[in-house]
């Protein structure tokens, strides 16, 4: 069953870290390009950070040098760091591969709030 769980999001204060976890099933993980996406409240999903089968990443710059993608072939596992985070980056987080994307999955919320 092709499958994306993500977890890991929760309740942060401004400056705080958290670290996302997506765990992929029934699909060729390590040869896909996988992505970090979020969708904040009444505005579009965007993709914030993506991470190549070969390792190479890339950010959208509202999150440049605060987030880190990384990619654990052997677990399925993609992870975002997010440090530094600010109340903007308040949404839902879903994991996806950009190049042949899959059903998604139920997201995980992060919270940034004093």
């Known amino acids: 069953q092709v499958q994306l769980v993500e977890s890991g999001g929760g309740l942060v204060q401004p400056g705080g870290s958290l670290r996302l976890s997506c765990v992929a099933s029934?699909?060729?993980?390590?040869?896909?390009?996988m992505g970090w996406y979020r969708q904040a409240p009444g505005k579009q999903r965007e993709l914030v950070a993506v991470?190549?089968?070969?390792?190479?990443?890339n950010y959208t710059d509202s999150v440049k040098g605060r987030f880190t993608i990384s990619r654990d072939n052997a677990k399925n596992t993609a992870y975002l760091q997010m440090n530094s985070l600010k109340p903007e980056d308040t949404a839902v987080y879903y994991c996806?591969?950009?190049?042949?994307?899959?059903?998604w999955g139920q997201g995980t919320q992060v919270t940034v709030s004093s």
């Open positions: 996806n591969a950009p190049q042949a994307p899959i059903s």
């Open positions: 029934g699909i060729m993980f390590r040869i896909y390009a």
């Open positions: 991470i190549t089968s070969a390792g190479r990443t």
